[in-house]
């Protein structure tokens, strides 16, 4: 296990307490004097960001930007409503008012939410291909989508779409045996199957760490194209609440930047506060926060910044997998797809 010493390490967090401290003779020596607003300050309210998982490093940059700072920095509080295996869609979250803005694990969530009357909008993607992954004993002679065909896979009931959906988008028949199972990944193990659906930053890792030779490949790379943990809101909630939503998405940004330059501050964050109680690794939660990070940048953000998105990929691409999954009533892009606020926490 990787060992922390949070004691040696400077965060954010610290420093700006430390100066704080330095500097509180002069604050109170101007006390009397009028307070400034900053000109990023909004309401009060905290933004309720609900995310599809319980705590853990994929959701490193909200740790990170509450822990640390970066959304006060910009006259925000936010609030982190956890999801879980047991617990409703985050679009649900979303539709019963428990949460302001969803990570919603991908596109398709929202499209059948849309087609059953809310009304959602996509404004980024933490991650610009999605963790959903193929996960296999590196024994097993499997390089292409050819290479699935005939075999057992397994997966958590509903992942049959998904599977149907990559195998027709690379021009094959649906030839494989479903093997239903748990997010445990023993069977692959076991020889129950010959392939597993996992995610990129989870299974294929613990298999890793316990020391079983696996190969691993993400969906995108197999050809079913997806954004990884979308960031969306109802149209509604961005219309009323404009700079609020880009004061979090720029503090959003700064923290993912702050964990791409620095991973041991999420891991940190992740295993000792936030997830503390779930026991988690904290060599997992590095090697995961790794994995994450790998996903944040393309051609595209290299171009516009982090955590955007890109409306032709998402028509031409993530969309033709959908169509491929039987989709048949996929929203107008330039409708569900609203770049103007990422850009705008850019500066752009």
Not at 302 to 321: Q, R, T
Request: aromatic share 8%.
């Amino acid at each position: 296990m990787v060992t922390t010493a949070p004691t040696h390490r400077i965060t954010r967090r610290k420093l700006t307490a430390a100066l704080a401290a330095v500097a509180t003779a002069g604050l109170l020596a101007a006390c009397a004097a009028p307070a400034e607003t900053s000109e990023s300050a909004v309401d009060d309210s905290p933004v309720r960001f609900a995310v599809n998982w319980v705590a853990d490093v994929e959701w490193a940059s909200l740790y990170v930007g509450e822990s640390e700072g970066y959304f006060e920095d910009e006259g925000v509080s936010i609030e982190i409503v956890h999801g879980g295996p047991n617990t409703p869609a985050v679009a649900q979250v979303l539709a019963a008012g428990q949460a302001d803005i969803g990570i919603a694990s991908d596109e398709l969530q929202l499209i059948k939410a849309n087609e059953e009357g809310a009304d959602y909008v996509v404004i980024g993607a933490m991650y610009q291909q999605s963790p959903s992954s193929y996960t296999w004993l590196s024994s097993t002679d499997i390089s292409t989508a050819e290479d699935l065909v005939g075999k057992r896979i397994g997966g958590i009931q509903g992942d049959q779409i998904r599977i149907d959906a990559l195998f027709k988008i690379n021009d094959l028949e649906p030839d494989y045996t479903f093997v239903p199972m748990s997010y445990d990944p023993q069977p692959l193990v076991d020889g129950e199957v010959d392939v597993i659906t996992s995610y990129a930053t989870n299974q294929p890792i613990q298999l890793r760490q316990a020391g079983t030779d696996v190969t691993d490949q993400t969906f995108s790379e197999f050809g079913l194209k997806a954004y990884g943990d979308v960031i969306f809101a109802s149209r509604a909630y961005l219309e009323e609440n404009e700079d609020k939503v880009i004061a979090a998405l720029k503090a959003l940004i700064a923290a993912t930047e702050a964990n791409m330059a620095d991973p041991s501050i999420a891991v940190d964050l992740t295993v000792n506060e936030y997830a503390k109680d779930s026991g988690l690794d904290e060599a997992f939660a590095t090697e995961a926060n790794d994995g994450y990070i790998s996903f944040i940048e393309s051609d595209y953000t290299d171009a516009n910044g982090i955590l955007s998105v890109d409306p032709e990929y998402m028509e031409n691409e993530v969309f033709a997998g959908y169509l491929a999954a039987g989709e048949t009533d996929l929203p107008d892009v330039a409708d569900f797809v609203d770049t103007s606020y990422m850009k705008a926490a850019h500066g752009q």
